[in-house]
């Protein structure tokens, strides 16, 4: 559809704060920023509200508030579309630092990417870290977890992951060759489940293994342990290439 938009007269852009639209976003931009069209005919509505939660009268009043997407975002989508696909994550992340962002919410976007990298001490992201730690006093279900998993997001910096990326990350730490949590599911999900197989898996609670309390007391390191292989933009995050973040003060330190 994108590669007809010379056929209208105008093409709003509508995309709400979380992590995946932005990114959705930063691309659709790059690609206008390279397209011969009159700027003040791509307009854009960016919002911190998810969409599929509103009025259809809200979604009139937020029509209303369209603005043309302008040559300084388009410029800034080009720029942040690069720094993503860069296999250095650090000019990436030093978006949430900038003080002034043309793009509304870019600065989220960069700043909740620092949830993928295994931390110092415990090699677990901030993401599995939550997880650990939501388990410690008592199990709890896939659902439950997500459900306190996006308050807990919401309320620092917005939403980072969909439910199908937090099975996929409760999934791997079920299934790591040193699990750091066990349950009676013995499936990983997959989107074609449904019916009882898919509320099992739901609702079956979690606990924590030993290896999992000794992750999360810091004596053991699931970085060490474990395999570690997955994607931040064109950062490839292995245990040869080992990307972690130093909460502590707040960087990336790169392997070696």
């Known amino acids: 559809v994108i590669m007809s938009h010379a056929a209208f007269d105008h093409v709003t852009l509508w995309f709400e704060h979380d ?9 659709i931009l790059d690609f206008f920023a390279g397209e011969q069209r009159e700027r003040s005919t791509l307009r854009l509505v960016h919002t911190d509200r998810h969409l599929t939660r509103i009025s259809s009268d809200e979604l009139l009043a937020l029509a209303s508030e369209a603005r043309p997407a302008g040559t300084a975002r388009l410029n800034q989508a080009t720029e942040a579309w690069a720094r993503w696909r860069q296999p250095d994550p650090r000019p990436w992340l030093a978006l949430a630092l900038r003080p002034r962002l043309e793009i509304k919410h870019l600065w989220r976007a960069a700043l909740v990417s620092d949830g993928i990298f295994p931390l110092t001490g415990s090699g677990v992201s901030r993401s599995e870290r939550f997880v650990l730690d939501a388990l410690l006093e008592e199990p709890k279900s896939p659902a439950r977890l997500f459900a306190d998993f996006n308050r807990w997001h919401d309320a620092h910096c917005g939403a980072y992951m969909g439910d199908w990326s937090f099975w996929s990350l409760v999934d791997d730490m079920l299934f790591a060759d040193k699990p750091l949590t066990t349950r009676a599911v013995r499936y990983r999900f997959g989107p074609q489940m449904g019916g009882p197989a898919l509320e099992r898996y739901l609702h079956e609670p979690i ?14 390191d ?7 292989d997955r994607w931040l933009g064109g950062t490839h995050i292995t245990n040869a290439t080992l990307w972690r973040w130093d909460s502590l003060n707040h960087r990336v330190i790169p392997p070696g």
């Open 19 to 27: 992590l995946n639209d932005m990114l959705q976003l930063l691309q």
């Open 207 to 220: 606990s924590l293994t030993q290896f999992g309390r000794e992750v999360l007391a810091g004596r053991d």
């Open 222 to 228: 699931h970085a060490r342990t474990n395999r570690i």
